[in-house]
């Protein structure tokens, strides 16, 4: 009797410990801090084009995702959230992934929801395990999330990393034309900066620099620029600017024609913009391949740089 007795007691204590420590309702609550900006967040997190690009699984139809045997629906998005419903065996969770600022440079994702079919006290027991496995799945999208955001070519099209000045003094020319500059003429100012070196014994240390601003409908500020080892006596129409040595760069390796060192140009800006930099001078390419000699643009080599503070 004895024995029968203490199993009773013990199947009481167990259930009564189920029915105070478990909750009520199958939730989830789930949380993720990306290194990104809150724009890129809601391009990806409240967009369907943006989920139809990070998404881990497979997309089944309007709005309708599936992740190794986990459904998701999505009802509607805001600026900040998408609401959504999540289905997985007999458990249909209803709730929404929110993103907000977290530390400097960084947004917070949140998934919060709940089963709000499944009450009864039974069901917190059976549900239970079945609710932890749910929320393991909701852990590895969340974390190929994470993937996706921190590598800027998803967002961007291109890695844009942080570098240092090394080159700190450069021999410069000032020009203006009617038109985008060619080829020859770019080239043509290298040449004329390079004797001037030359000349008085300095040593090219890098690349040679560009920077091209339209100003207007029929002009152009072309400025080229000569990294150097010291400090030269310009001649005229040239100039010797000093480059802090150290300060931040981001820089974008291109591959291709000026058309893509244009679009990669005007995606750092975006960048600066979303990650709210402030860049104290005019960014610049760094022309690895000579153009003239090398026909084939897709050959061409670039890095682009972009000072910030």
């Known amino acids: 009797?004895?024995?029968?007795?203490?199993?009773?007691?013990?199947?009481?204590?167990?259930?009564?410990?189920?029915?105070?420590?478990?909750?009520?309702?199958?939730?989830?609550?789930?949380?993720?801090?990306?290194?990104?900006?809150?724009?890129?967040?809601?391009?990806?997190?409240?967009?369907?084009?943006?989920?139809?690009?990070?998404?881990?699984?497979?997309?089944?139809?309007?709005?309708?995702?599936?992740?190794?045997?986990?459904?998701?629906?999505?009802?509607?998005?805001?600026?900040?959230?998408?609401?959504?419903?999540?289905?997985?065996?007999?458990?249909?969770?209803?709730?929404?992934?929110?993103?907000?600022?977290?530390?400097?440079?960084?947004?917070?994702?949140?998934?919060?929801?709940?089963?709000?079919?499944?009450?009864?006290?039974?069901?917190?027991?059976?549900?239970?395990?079945?609710?932890?496995?749910?929320?393991?799945?909701?852990?590895?999208?969340?974390?190929?999330?994470?993937?996706?955001l921190e590598d800027e070519r998803n967002a961007y099209g291109y890695r844009i990393y942080l570098n240092h000045a090394k080159d700190t003094v450069l021999l410069a020319s000032a020009n203006t034309y009617p038109e985008y500059p060619s080829l020859q003429a770019i080239y043509s100012t290298i040449k004329t900066l390079q004797e001037q070196a030359v000349g008085q014994g300095a040593k090219q240390t890098n690349f040679p620099m560009l920077n091209v601003t339209q100003t207007d409908e029929h002009e152009y500020q072309v400025n080229v620029a000569l990294p150097i080892n010291k400090t030269i006596t310009p001649f005229q129409k040239t100039s010797i600017n000093n480059i802090p040595k150290g300060g931040n760069l981001l820089v974008v390796d291109v591959r291709g024609g000026q058309n893509t060192v244009n679009n990669a140009l005007a995606q750092v800006k975006i960048y600066l913009k979303d990650h709210r930099l402030i860049s104290p001078a005019m960014p610049f390419q760094s022309l690895v391949t000579n153009r003239l000699a090398q026909k084939d643009t897709s050959k061409w080599i670039t890095k682009i740089y972009y000072p910030i503070l």
């Not at 967040?41 to 309708?64: C, D, I, M, V």
């Not at 998005?77 to 997985?88: F, G, H, P, W």
């Open 1 to 148: 009797m004895k024995k029968i007795f203490f199993i009773v007691l013990t199947i009481i204590v167990i259930i009564a410990a189920a029915y105070i420590l478990l909750p009520e309702k199958p939730v989830i609550a789930q949380d993720l801090s990306i290194d990104t900006s809150d724009v890129i967040a809601g391009k990806f997190l409240t967009t369907e084009s943006g989920w139809n690009k990070w998404w881990p699984g497979t997309k089944t139809g309007y709005r309708q995702y599936n992740f190794k045997g986990t459904k998701i629906g999505i009802d509607k998005m805001t600026n900040s959230s998408t609401y959504l419903k999540l289905k997985k065996d007999n458990l249909t969770f209803s709730g929404k992934i929110s993103y907000f600022a977290d530390a400097e440079g960084s947004v917070k994702f949140k998934w919060d929801a709940v089963d709000e079919n499944n009450t009864q006290f039974l069901s917190r027991i059976t549900n239970y395990f079945k609710t932890k496995d749910v929320e393991n799945r909701v852990a590895e999208i969340l974390l190929n999330l994470k993937h996706f």
